[in-house]
């Protein structure tokens, strides 16, 4: 699992968050956001 403070703070624009959270979960790895209180899991 990775923690990220924010939801902005993963990528660039919208299209690159959703490639990286699809390639950490096709990897097995979660993503935790803090500030905005979601979860990839």
Not at 14 to 29: H, M
Request: charge should be negative; avoid cysteine.
């Amino acid at each position: 699992m990775i923690l990220v403070k924010g939801l902005d703070r993963l990528g660039r624009d919208t299209a690159d968050r959703i490639a990286l959270i699809k390639e950490l979960d096709s990897i097995g790895v979660a993503a935790q956001f803090l500030d905005d209180g979601v979860s990839s899991e």
